[in-house]
């Protein structure tokens, strides 16, 4: 599998990847342009949700000639191989830590921006007409361990403060809706929901299609160079020049892409299982409605949710390198934590799963993502930490506006570059210790 730290760029040609939503899903995207310009005004490189939206908002609302290029086919990246857990908040800082670093104010600002990102998330369902095939009941935070719940308690109290309407539950309250020996308390969030991942791209993509955006697949940009003021970009399919080039490559960005942005994101592979649809005794045995989306409280955390065909997709860390990500070892590692989830699945995880998948996310050294200008008409959105599904709804209209020229809201996320690693030759022997010592606590 490609690897970001390892290979050159992404592309071309390489299928997508063998996810339940590839398989299962009848999804209408636009044609691609079969030829590159040579020039534009702006050039966004990645057709996730981030460069996707960001393309449509340059192209819709600032009138720009915009040309995307993907290194393979739309979506190829993360964007399509998610779990669709669209939740409130980016990166791993909560609103606890958020009130700590930057007071009351900013942190209501921070909850505004999210409402605003939940927004345009609506909005892309509405364009889409199998609406995204949402599942719409919220989202639990379980305290996998009893040692947890206390923790998981404290950050309720300053949650309410900022989400009113997320509810604690008791053991007793929890244990109702998730039958498992590692659910001990949870906090339910309810505007959260689960959807159809590659739907949301398709949807996005057809929008930014119609505003004008030339999408062009199979254009892995190979080396980048300057001529006079302006950007121009070597691709698989021949060169582009533009004053404007938007990153929005993420956890695929290759190492080298830009020297402005080299060592600033660890690349970390997410993986995630589908199993058989559950017979109606294992739906009963673990009691998880479809309605329910589900995370623990490690630190390497677990997901779940019941599909609406009534398959188990269950997710967590992957390999720490591309070429190990397909190895069994980590679809049997997921297995045995989902065993160890639910022990009345014996039966079904001593199976293998329908369906294993992995995708790079991209890591920011202090947990945030940040919108930022790291060189002169460069502009880039990274550092999700995992969850952006609803994020990138905001990012791509916050990266088109400081490409235009505008001034940001004055968040976290806006301020400042990402940081950089420090010895970023050895973020993966970084990795590595982390992944030993949250192993180790979360026993
Ligand atoms: C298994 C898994 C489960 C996840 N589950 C959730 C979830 O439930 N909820 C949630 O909020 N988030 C989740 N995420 C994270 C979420 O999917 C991402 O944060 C989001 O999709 C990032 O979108 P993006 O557009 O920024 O990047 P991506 O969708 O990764 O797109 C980047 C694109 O850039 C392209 N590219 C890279 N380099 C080049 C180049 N040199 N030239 C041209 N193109 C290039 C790639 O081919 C790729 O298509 C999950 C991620 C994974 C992998």
Redesign the pocket.
């Known amino acids: 599998m490609y690897d970001p730290l390892v290979d050159n ?3 071309p040609a390489q299928p997508h990847a063998r996810s339940y939503w590839q398989a299962t899903t009848q999804v209408d995207l636009p044609t691609p342009s079969a030829i590159l310009p040579e020039r534009a005004d702006c050039i966004v ?8 939206n960001t393309a449509l908002e340059l192209a819709q609302r600032f009138d720009q000639h915009v040309t995307l ?4 086919r739309i ?5 399509t ?7 409130p908040g980016t990166g791993r800082r909560g609103y606890a830590d958020w009130q700590k670093y930057v007071g009351d104010e900013v942190t209501r600002a921070i909850q505004a921006e999210y409402q605003r990102a939940f927004e345009k998330l609506e909005h892309h369902l509405q364009q889409c007409p199998q609406q995204l095939q949402v599942q719409r009941g919220g989202y639990l935070k379980i305290a996998h361990q009893p040692s947890a719940v206390e923790a998981l308690h404290s950050t309720y109290e300053t949650l309410k403060k900022y989400e009113p309407d997320t509810r604690w539950l008791d053991a007793d309250a929890t244990q109702a809706r998730i039958h498992s020996p590692q659910a001990h308390a949870a906090i339910h969030y309810p505007q959260s929901f689960g959807l159809n ?1 590659l739907l949301l791209t398709a949807s996005i993509a057809r929008q930014a299609s119609k505003a004008g955006v030339t999408l062009v697949e199979n ?4 080396r980048w160079d300057q001529v006079g003021g302006a950007h121009r970009l070597h ?1 698989g399919k021949g060169r582009i020049c533009a004053p404007k080039v938007i990153i ?7 190492n080298h ?1 830009h020297p402005s942005i080299h060592g600033r994101s660890l690349p970390v592979l ?3 299982i589908v199993t058989r649809p559950l017979t109606a005794d294992e739906r009963q045995a673990i009691g998880v409605a479809t309605t329910e989306l589900v995370m623990d409280t490690r630190t390497l955390k677990y ?1 779940y949710r019941l599909l609406p065909d009534g398959r188990l997709l269950f ?1 967590g860390r992957g390999a720490i390198r591309g070429k190990d990500a397909q190895h069994p070892r980590y679809a049997r590692h997921l297995l045995q934590a989902l065993r160890g989830s639910f022990p009345a699945l014996r039966q079904l995880t001593s199976e293998p799963a329908d369906y294993y ?5 991209s890591v920011a050294l202090d947990d945030y993502p940040r919108i930022y200008s790291p060189a002169e008409g460069v502009y880039t ?2 550092g ?1 930490c ?7 709804q905001i990012a791509g209209q916050r990266l088109a506006e400081l490409a235009m020229g505008e001034e940001l809201p004055p968040l976290p996320f806006y301020q400042s570059p990402l940081p950089r690693f420090p010895l970023p030759h050895f973020r993966r022997l970084g990795q590595w210790a982390f992944y030993q010592l949250a192993r180790w606590r979360s026993l």
């Open positions: 760029c992404p592309g490189i990645g057709s996730g949700y981030t460069g996707l290029v993907e290194a393979n979506g190829w990246g993360c964007s191989r998610n779990a669709g857990f669209a939740m991942p254009a892995p940009v190979q691709t929005a490559s993420n956890g695929y960005t290759p892409l997410s993986s995630v997901y997710g998948w992995s995708g790079w996310v959105s990274m999700y995992g969850a952006g599904v609803t994020f990138t």
